[in-house]
């Protein structure tokens, strides 16, 4: 039976009982992916070089998930830059964040999105800029502003004043602004309408932080405090009044999906199912990569062992004393 709708390809995806299409899907013991490290130490080439012709290889499901103003050449002259730093990660997680990052029509290029190594995990992460383009392209909105409140600059917030008398923001760019203390976001909308204006305080970007970010506590928890949040604090801080916005204007299920799909990545999940994808093979293919990948990891000792099976015991004839028994 035929999967016609998303909500439907993305259960089968995640389902623990597999469907047609499922079954369908072949996944070999080793890919050709799984070989990159190996493949290139032996043939002397670079890991990237390696890496790359990998990635070629797909290019068909890149410029299916592209926009058609974003070629498959510039996007991936941007990944060959991000490269070095996901060499060790797994070849499944590469390419199913970038796929994620190429289906929201976004390129990382570290201004509208990055992808960043979470241990051996590839992991997609939107930029405050991402944000921008995708609530530009819903075709409501006119402008988006954004910025930071230094210590020294001159700003005002009268939230009963009409807009946009309620705020004003000024930069002293002629002197020392000091550090960060308030980072904001609006819109004005095409209508002529704007949008609330979202303020957010360090103290509030930490408690985000410290309440939402799982990957944030897994490196404060190993120690190696190497999170998006502890290499990139204030981006971080700059992007979360703009993931506000959606819930005050009611823009498109894209920005809405593009949470969703960070979250995911914040949480160790599949984030390609989470993004505006419509192709069941690729959304089983990558629950299956995922948990391959994450299985590969694992310590020995912790890792799922077969059921052990009853050996079923032939059959015996019953004995003369039995059948006296069942007879009386």
Known sequence: MALTSLKARVKAATSDEPTVESVTVAVPEQSAGEQLHTTAQGDGGTLTDTAMTWLERYGADFTAALPSHINVAQFLAAVRDLMPKLIRCTPASVRQSLLTCARFGLVPDGVHAVIVAEGRTAVFIPMAQGYVRLMMNTGQVGTVRRGMIHENDEWSYEPSAPAPHDFMHRPNLL???????????????????????????????????????????????????????????????????????????????????????????????????????????????????????????????TRPRPLLRKRSQPKRSPSRAARKRARR
């Not at 209508?191 to 970007?205: C, D, H, I, K, W």
């Not at 204007?249 to 999940?269: H, N, W």
């Open 175 to 301: 002197g020392d602004r000091g550090e960060p203390v308030i980072a904001y976001a609006f819109c004005w909308m095409k209508s002529g309408e704007r949008s609330q204006v979202e303020l957010m305080t360090r103290a509030e970007a930490e408690e985000i932080r410290d309440e939402y970010s799982q990957s944030y506590r897994r490196a404060e928890d190993s120690g190696a405090k190497n999170s998006f949040w502890h290499t990139h604090f204030n981006r971080m801080w700059a992007k979360s009044p703009l993931r506000r916005l959606p819930k005050t204007v009611g823009m498109s299920a894209a920005i809405v999906a593009l949470g969703r799909a960070e979250e995911a990545g914040d949480a160790g999940e599949v984030q390609v199912i989470h993004a505006p994808v419509e192709d069941t093979v690729l959304l089983v293919e990558a629950e299956v990569q995922h948990a391959r990948a994450e299985a590969s990891q694992a310590p020995e000792e």
